[in-house]
């Protein structure tokens, strides 16, 4: 056996050690979509100062419903009824939740907001993160369950030789 035939069958047999060793990585999923812009929002946006930035990636409906909101708050402060029931009446809680609601809503819905990344849910230009994770996988799991039988054509044991002068009988189990 010359040199060059030993370098060839010593890198053949190291072929499925570096296979395992290379194996991609896949993309883990995303579980929130919009997180970057979520991490943006106000915990309560009726606490906010008028010149907050965020404010003005709402649209006029829902910022002049906040303006109202507001109004009614500090005249519901001003009232009676405050001072009696230490704080805000149910009613005006579940309109700051709405009101909230709404504003997170058309903060996340903002045309800029939506430009910053147009395919949130796409890994590249036909997969979603989460089918590129599955397609690598499935790709790695075929890939070692194959390694077996390299392995075996590579020291030529996946079928008795033919070179025998004695009738062979085929005991891997494939024809």
């Not at 390694?147 to 590579?154: G, T």
């Amino acid at each position: 056996m010359n040199l060059s035939t030993q370098s060839l069958l010593s890198l053949l047999a190291l072929a499925p050690l570096c296979a395992l060793t290379a194996c991609q990585t896949p993309n883990q999923p995303n579980a929130v979509p919009l997180a970057k812009v979520r991490a943006q929002l106000p915990p309560d946006w009726v606490s906010l100062q008028p010149d907050d930035w965020r404010l003005a990636y709402l649209d006029s409906p829902t910022r002049q419903s906040l303006r109202d909101m507001k109004k009614e708050l500090a005249d519901e402060r001003a009232s009676h009824t405050f001072a009696f029931n230490n704080g805000y009446s149910d009613a005006t809680y579940t309109k700051i939740r709405d009101v909230n609601e709404a504003c997170n809503k058309a903060f996340c819905a903002n045309a800029v907001t939506i430009g910053k990344d147009l395919t949130p849910e796409l890994a590249g230009t036909s997969l979603s993160v989460n089918e590129a994770y599955m397609n690598s996988t499935v790709v790695g799991d075929v890939n070692l369950r194959q390694m077996q039988d390299d392995w075996a054509r590579l020291w030529l044991m996946n079928k008795p030789s033919p070179l025998s002068p004695y009738p062979i009988v085929n005991t891997g189990g494939r024809p």
